[in-house]
């Protein structure tokens, strides 16, 4: 069997065992989940496990989450297609791919620069042209291209990043861990008006965010995968 067909079948276990059997049942977010080549994504020593249900070490002390959390998070987002959507936190890229295949125009930021350019070269290979990689800070959001229809942070954030809010367009969804250096709650933040509807979801485990509304680099622990 050719080696895309053996990671076609595995994408297909994936979805079935740790997606349809949990909670995700958004038809277009499993059909991306199916679609989308994680094990290009990840480093070439943890390619084998690149389908298991765990997050995996994606060098620079970064992590690419647990394919559950990924769809889980994507799902919250609510997106129908032809969204405006801010990514925080590229890391791989992959999250920035499933986002790509259900929105219309997606922007993410990484401060790490050689995660930034890594990421794109994956993201370029497979063809995927509307979604821009930017390196910066964002806890300080992307003012330029706001509002965004969803934000998603994939790292975790001490408590919600002002500008984040600002940024979300009206009935927008800002989806986040927030919680301390190794344990968070995930939230969505809902826009309505000057006012948010919040909902917590689930306890989860990031990389901290850091930056100017995030955590200091000196704060940062060494990684809590190792
Ligand atoms: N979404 C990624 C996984 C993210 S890991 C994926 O699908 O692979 C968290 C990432 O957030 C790391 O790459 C880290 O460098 C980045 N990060 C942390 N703080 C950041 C900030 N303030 N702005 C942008 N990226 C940040």
Redesign the pocket.
């Known amino acids: 069997m050719k080696e895309d067909e053996v990671a076609r079948q595995q994408r297909e276990r994936m979805v079935k065992e740790q997606l349809s059997a949990r909670d995700v049942t958004d038809e277009r977010v499993l059909q991306a989940m199916l679609a989308v080549p994680r094990h290009l994504?990840v480093p070439r020593d943890v390619q084998h496990l690149a389908y298991a249900d765990a997050p995996l070490p994606?060098g620079?002390k970064?992590?690419?989450?647990q394919p559950y959390i990924?769809a889980l998070m994507t799902q919250l987002l609510e997106l129908k297609g032809d969204e405006k959507v801010l990514?925080?936190?590229?890391?791989?890229?992959?999250?920035?791919a499933i986002l790509a295949h259900l929105a219309r125009q997606v922007y993410t930021?990484?401060?790490?620069p050689k995660?930034a350019q890594q990421?794109r070269k994956v993201l370029r290979k497979l063809a995927l042209q509307n979604v821009e990689v930017i390196e910066?800070?964002?806890?300080?959001g992307l003012p330029e291209h706001a509002p965004f229809d969803a934000i998603v942070v994939?790292?975790a954030a001490p408590r919600v990043p002002e500008p984040l809010k600002q940024q979300l367009a009206e009935g927008g969804r800002l989806v986040l861990p927030v919680g301390s250096r190794v344990g968070q709650i995930l939230e969505r933040w809902v826009r309505k008006g000057e006012d948010y509807e919040v909902e917590r979801i689930a306890p989860v485990a990031?990389?901290?965010?850091?930056?100017?509304?995030?955590w200091k680099p000196d704060d940062a622990p060494a990684s809590w995968w190792m």
């Open positions: 994504f994606i620079e970064q992590t690419i989450s990924v990514e925080v936190g590229t890391g791989s890229g992959y999250q920035a930021l990484e401060r790490i995660l990421a910066g800070d964002g806890s300080q994939t790292a990031f990389v901290p965010l850091v930056g100017t509304h995030g």
